[in-house]
């Protein structure tokens, strides 16, 4: 099974500041590596899938990286909608597997 | 407009079985592999299981292999989840969820709780 590592597990920040959370898997999983918003009481919502494709709707401040077995969301000028939990996942191989979460407040 | 309605959540014993419904609409669901991911109580995500369009090929998260079974009804545009054997760890808000190619999850219902305690 691919075990996904997320960094930080939480993250303080403040409206305007540009922040960056981390995905790693544990072998190669050649982009197929999608993210996910989720807000207390919510379903999580599609962000971005094949590393770095943002789904229809997503604002631009949001943006995804990587290759391999590393990769990176970052959310650019941070809105006040954007506090919420965040959770990478892989798309290589069953069993699908997320990572731990990040879950984001506001400092 | 693409919804997942999931129902069937209950309190349930250990032990006992439980079969979760998730009813779609606004989208081709005879064309789409099906997912059901849970969430257990303050905890991250966890992939349960999904189904192909025609429900030849189904796939099962290590936790729930040979307890769980997956299935749909495409005449009906449903998709389910049949639990036996319930453990106490199976306690989660169940969601279904629509894949929109290379097991991406791009919608979801609102979830269905189960709750497995005695």
């Known amino acids: 099974d691919i075990e996904m590592t997320q960094s930080p597990s939480s993250l303080s920040a403040s409206v305007g500041d540009r922040v960056t959370i981390t995905c790693r898997a544990s072998q190669s999983i050649s982009n197929y590596l999608h993210w996910y918003q989720q807000k207390p009481g919510k379903a999580p919502k599609f962000l971005i899938y094949a590393a770095s494709t943002l789904q229809s709707g997503v604002p631009s401040r949001f943006s995804g990286n990587g290759s391999g077995a590393d990769y990176t969301l970052t959310i650019n000028n941070l809105q006040p909608e954007d506090f919420a939990t965040y959770y990478c996942q892989q798309g290589y191989s069953v069993p699908l597997t997320f990572g731990g979460g990040t879950k984001l407040e506001i400092k | 407009e693409v919804q997942l309605v999931e129902s069937g959540g209950v309190v349930v014993q250990p032990g006992g079985s439980l079969r979760l419904s998730c009813a779609a609409s606004g989208f081709n669901f005879d064309a789409n592999i099906m997912h059901w991911v849970r969430q257990a109580p303050g905890k991250g995500l966890e992939w349960v299981s999904l189904?192909?369009?025609?429900?030849?090929?189904?796939y099962y998260g290590d936790s729930v292999k040979g307890r769980f079974t997956i299935s749909r009804d495409n005449s009906k545009d449903s998709l389910y989840l049949q639990m036996n054997s319930l453990r106490t760890e199976d306690t989660a808000l169940y969601y279904c969820?629509?894949?929109?190619?290379?097991?991406?999850?791009?919608?979801w219902g609102q979830g269905t709780l189960v709750t497995v305690s005695s």
């Open positions: 969820a629509k894949d929109r190619g290379n097991w991406v999850f791009d919608y």
């Open positions: 189904i192909s369009w025609d429900g030849g090929n189904t």
